[in-house]
């Protein structure tokens, strides 16, 4: 029964978010009708302790990050340079090779450290303007920049400076180059059946006479300003926030050390505030590094960009307000399904698969799922079950470094369902539904998840790592 109670709430949330009701109102619902079918005194401890403890602490750490990514994104729409790097897309890729251009742009963000979330932000001016252009759908957007921000460069490629790459590490004390074999053939098989699905569904339109569409919302406004950037100056702001974001992670860990503390007031006798900065230098990181891009747009298009610099950033507020309290309540959707008995059965069960690899696969995959994020479903798996594969492993003389990616791939699987925050975010900064566009999301995830199997198909018959 308490297994049937967590599958219950999960079908529910995904079937609301589907349909187009608001996860801010469905999730709490969904969250709390678990716990009361599983424990009715725990409604309302659950609610306040848990559920609304980790919204609101998803909200402390990562608006000012969906903040600035939105307000970035606006100042590249506002400003030309999306229309600018468009147009010179097009002229050296061709119209054809659109969807190949914004996969690139994702994974240049993405592989550089910039949060996935600023990635869907900071692209979907440049994707909106080139799939008009060449008249590409634009329910395929999602699709497209889920396959350059969500896949290969997230947790497949070797290096990669993104959280799912990271979890693994601390539980089988690798590095994040762990499996470098492994991980680029992972990543080219994502990369070249994903850009295979996403040009025959192009095709399909294209026969069907399906354009670009009409009547779209979230549409970036059309330039009004005169003569075109260079694209080499319009691109430098991305470039800037790849480039700071890099430094900057080097820099603030070395400048403040692992905390720092500071006195909130000079009258009275206030505890100083000590900030645990391992926890947050990325995340501040990635702030510094929007703020130089944005200090970049306006230093050369001052004139463009404030002509609707007013309306324009009230909408980019108001989507980062939207996309983050999203986001944020799926977060507490997660925590309270994973204090829930239903879920620790949900574990038990997957751990009984014999073979380690795929017991481990697809463990952190439907976990993953469950909760509705890569990191979160990663780190409950390896947090109770790490010992037991790492001893499967042994037993069976598989490296830890193979552990580690098939971990971190594993985790961007079926986190991807209809409940995800990264899903939903992409969705709602591009002005579209799950009915429209989530078919295609859903497809790149089926491949991300084989390619999990697939690099373990190649482990066991190559013995690479």
Same mark, same amino acid.
Request: no cysteine; hydrophobic share 45%.
């Given at each position: 029964m308490a297994f049937l109670i967590v599958l219950a709430a999960l079908c529910f949330l995904m079937f609301v978010a589907y349909r187009g009701y608001s996860v801010i109102l469905f999730a709490p619902v969904a969250a709390l009708g678990a716990v009361l079918l599983t424990d009715p005194s725990l409604v309302a401890p659950m609610f306040t302790g848990l559920f609304m403890d980790k919204m609101v602490g998803f909200l402390k750490l990562y608006f000012p990050v969906f903040l600035l990514g939105a307000?970035? @994104?606006?100042?590249?729409?506002?400003?030309? +340079?999306?229309k600018s790097i468009v147009a010179a897309t097009i002229r050296l890729l061709g119209r054809e090779r659109a969807m190949l251009s914004i996969v690139a742009v994702c994974a240049?963000? !993405? +592989? @550089?450290? =910039?949060?996935l979330f600023v990635v869907v932000f900071a692209v979907y001016p440049f994707a909106a303007e080139l799939f008009r252009q060449s008249d590409i759908p634009k329910r395929l957007i999602p699709g497209t920049i889920a396959l350059g921000a969500f896949t290969f460069t997230m947790d497949a490629l070797p290096g990669t400076p993104q959280i799912q790459n990271i979890?693994?590490?601390?539980?089988?004390?690798?590095?994040?180059? %762990?499996a470098p074999w492994l991980g680029t053939l992972g990543g080219v098989f994502i990369l070249f059946v994903g850009l295979l699905y996403l040009n025959w569904r192009r095709r399909s339109a294209l026969k069907a006479g399906e354009g670009y569409g009409t009547g779209l919302l979230n549409e970036p406004a059309p330039y009004a300003g005169g003569k075109l950037a260079s694209p080499l100056l319009a691109i430098l702001p991305l &470039?800037? =926030?790849g480039v700071s974001n890099k430094l900057f992670t080097a820099w603030i860990p070395a400048f403040y @050390?692992?905390?720092?503390?500071?006195?909130p007031a000079v009258i009275g006798d206030a505890a100083p505030v000590v900030q645990d900065v391992s926890k947050v230098a990325a995340i501040w990181a990635v702030e510094g590094a929007l703020l130089v891009g944005i200090v970049c747009v306006l230093a050369f298009?001052? $004139? /463009?960009?404030?002509?609707?610099? *007013?309306? @324009? !950033? $009230? %909408?980019a507020i108001g989507g980062a307000l939207l996309a983050a309290m999203n986001t944020a309540s799926e977060y507490g959707f997660g925590a309270v399904i994973a204090a829930l008995p239903g879920f620790l059965i949900v574990a038990d069960a997957l751990g009984a698969i014999p073979n380690p690899l795929i017991n481990e696969a697809v463990? &952190? !995959?439907?976990?993953?799922?469950?909760?509705? /994020?890569?990191?979160?479903g990663m780190s409950i798996a390896l947090a109770a079950m790490a010992d037991t594969f790492i001893a499967n492993a042994n037993a069976a003389g598989i490296p830890m470094e193979v552990l580690h990616r098939v971990a971190a791939m594993a985790s961007g699987g079926m986190d991807t369902l209809p409940h995800n925050g990264a899903v939903i975010t992409l969705l709602a900064v591009t002005g579209l539904?799950?009915?429209?566009? +989530?078919?295609?999301?859903?497809?790149?995830?089926?491949? $991300?998840?084989? *390619?999990?199997? &697939? =690099?373990?198909?190649? +482990?066991? *018959?190559?013995?690479? &790592?």
């Open positions: 307000i970035f @994104g606006k100042l590249i729409e506002l400003s030309g +340079y999306s240049l963000l !993405t +592989y @550089g450290g =910039v949060s979890i693994p590490a601390s539980f089988f004390g690798t590095n994040t180059w %762990a &470039v800037l =926030v @050390g692992s905390s720092h503390s500071f006195d298009a001052w $004139k /463009s960009v404030m002509t609707s610099f *007013a309306e @324009g !950033t $009230k %909408a463990t &952190v !995959t439907a976990l993953a799922g469950i909760t509705g /994020s890569a990191s979160g539904s799950h009915r429209q566009a +989530y078919k295609d999301i859903f497809a790149i995830t089926l491949v $991300k998840t084989l *390619a999990v199997f &697939v =690099v373990i198909g190649l +482990y066991y *018959a190559t013995g690479l &790592v």
